[in-house]
């Protein structure tokens, strides 16, 4: 599956800004959806994950409670609600695929995932 993530861009701290992952060729429905950032000079770091079913959900401790991930099988997206924004969250994120997953279970690990995207940028000003 080819996976589009779109939707960063600027914004300034404490705003908000939501980013997209739509699937082409085959329906996301069927797969357990990760996010996924890189800041210049840092490793990759877990954001947030969503179960096939949209049940489970999981987060990194630096977004906890300030991002939302959730996702319409029926557009086939899965977005990531990002508020209070800080500048620390600055980075390229990136969304991921896991196929052959159970309806309710969920994956933190980078090499969890089989499929991804080609990033979008957010940065957030101060």
Same mark, same amino acid.
């Given at each position: 599956v080819? @996976?589009?993530?779109s939707?960063g861009?600027?914004?300034?701290?404490?705003? &908000?800004l939501?980013l997209?992952?739509?699937? %082409?060729? !085959?329906?996301?429905?069927?797969?357990?959806?990760?996010?996924?950032?890189?800041? &210049?000079?840092? +490793?990759?770091?877990?954001?947030?994950?969503?179960?096939? =079913?949209?049940?489970?959900?999981? *987060?990194?401790? %630096?977004?906890?409670?300030?991002? +939302?991930?959730? !996702?319409? =099988?029926?557009?086939?997206?899965? *977005? @990531?609600?990002?508020?209070? @924004? +800080?500048?620390?969250?600055?980075?390229?994120?990136?969304?991921?695929?896991?196929?052959?997953?159970?309806?309710?279970?969920?994956?933190?690990?980078?090499?969890?995932?089989?499929?991804?995207?080609?990033?979008?940028?957010?940065?957030v000003? %101060?």
């Open positions: 080819q @996976l589009q993530a939707g861009g600027l914004v300034q701290a404490g705003g &908000p939501r997209s992952c739509a699937a %082409s060729e !085959r329906t996301l429905s069927s797969y357990a959806v990760g996010w996924f950032r890189q800041a &210049p000079g840092n +490793k990759r770091e877990f954001v947030a994950t969503i179960s096939r =079913n949209g049940e489970a959900t999981h *987060y990194g401790d %630096s977004v906890r409670g300030r991002f +939302k991930v959730s !996702r319409d =099988n029926v557009r086939n997206t899965v *977005y @990531l609600q990002m508020n209070s @924004l +800080k500048p620390e969250d600055t980075a390229v994120y990136y969304c991921a695929a896991r196929s052959q997953v159970t309806a309710q279970t969920i994956y933190v690990s980078e090499s969890s995932y089989d499929y991804w995207g080609q990033g979008t940028q957010v940065t000003s %101060s």
